[in-house]
Each structure stands twice: as C-alpha cells, then as structure tokens.
C-alpha cells in the first residue's frame, strides 16, 4: 500500500431532524437534503480518486427509512432513500468500470444515542439497540467490503418482509400518535 492516503471514508452525519408530522416545510427539506444527501455525495466524489488509489472502502451510514417508509420521518427518510438509490447505482458502475473501490451501505435501526431517544419519546413503542454495537457493525461492514450492513442484524428479515408483503397498519402499530 502507498504510504498515507485514504483507505476508508465513513460517512455520517447528519442535520437536525424533526420526528413529527409533515407539516409542509419545503425549505427544511431542502436543507436537508443538503446536509444529509448531496454532502454525503460530494465528499464521496471528492475521495474517490484516492480510494480507488488505495483499493479503499466508502461506507455509507443509512437508515431503515431509507429502506421502509415511516412515519414522522417525511424528510430525513427521503435523504435516505436518496442515500441508497445513489451509492447503490454507484456501486454498480463502479464494479462494471473495474475501479476496485468497495462500497458499503449500512441500515441502522433506532440506535440509543441521546438525540434518538429524545427524539422518539413518546412516539415509538420500540427498543433502541446499542450504539458501541452499531458503531462495530458498521466498522466491520467496511472492512469485509460487503454490500450492506443490517444492525440490528434481524432488519434484514423485516426489509425482505416489506418487500414481499408491505402492511402499513402493522407498521404505524410501533407508533403513537394522537391527532390535535
């Protein structure tokens, strides 16, 4: 290997998000995207070069909204959605050019970070899994350059359940909501 450079990109941040009711803010949706989505995709553009140099890794962190629509999630499951459709058609060129570059697109549950947790309360009846676990499985999942990462592991049953059989009613049953 080349001294120095880059061997893996880990992306993942994100901006502030609202877990609520869409309430038609266009504008936060935009900056969203912005923070969530094209930012992922300019810093992934950007190293892209010197990962293909280093035979290195691009690990995306992603949502299960980003898989499976949910509620109170408007905006920030739509840059996920974005996340999968764009690092997924990119896996696929990159693999048809040759260009020995892995990438990794992981699918995080409800994690039990402070912010999550504040976030939901009230709102879903659902455990938050651990985050020094996440933070392992995604570690991992770059460094066996495999295609996706599930954590918790059994959200891979759930999206493959989604696919063949959506029910939005067993769905919003994780959810509270109460209307104004």
């Known amino acids: 290997l080349p001294a120095g450079g880059l061997d893996y990109l880990v992306l993942n941040h994100i901006g502030v998000t609202r877990f609520q009711m869409w309430a038609g803010d266009v504008e936060y949706t935009r900056w969203l995207m912005q923070v969530n989505f094209f930012s992922y995709v300019a810093l992934a553009t950007a190293a892209l070069p010197t990962l293909e140099q280093n035979k290195g890794s691009l690990v995306v962190v992603s949502s299960l909204t980003g898989k499976i629509p949910t509620p109170f999630t408007t905006s920030y499951s739509a840059t996920k959605f974005a996340l ?13 050019q040759q260009r020995n570059v892995s990438i990794t697109l992981c699918i995080l549950g409800l994690i039990d970070t402070a912010t999550a947790l504040e976030n939901i309360r009230g709102k879903v009846h659902l455990s938050a899994a651990p985050a020094p676990e996440a933070a392992l499985a995604i570690i991992s999942g770059g460094a066996t350059r495999v295609q ?24 919003q049953s994780y959810y509270n909501y109460s209307s104004p």
């Open 84 to 96: 999968d459709g764009f690092f997924s058609s990119l896996r696929h060129e990159l693999i048809m």
């Open 148 to 171: 996706e990462v599930f954590y918790p592991w059994w959200l891979q049953h759930v999206c493959c359940l989604w696919v063949l059989c959506p029910n939005d009613q067993v769905l």
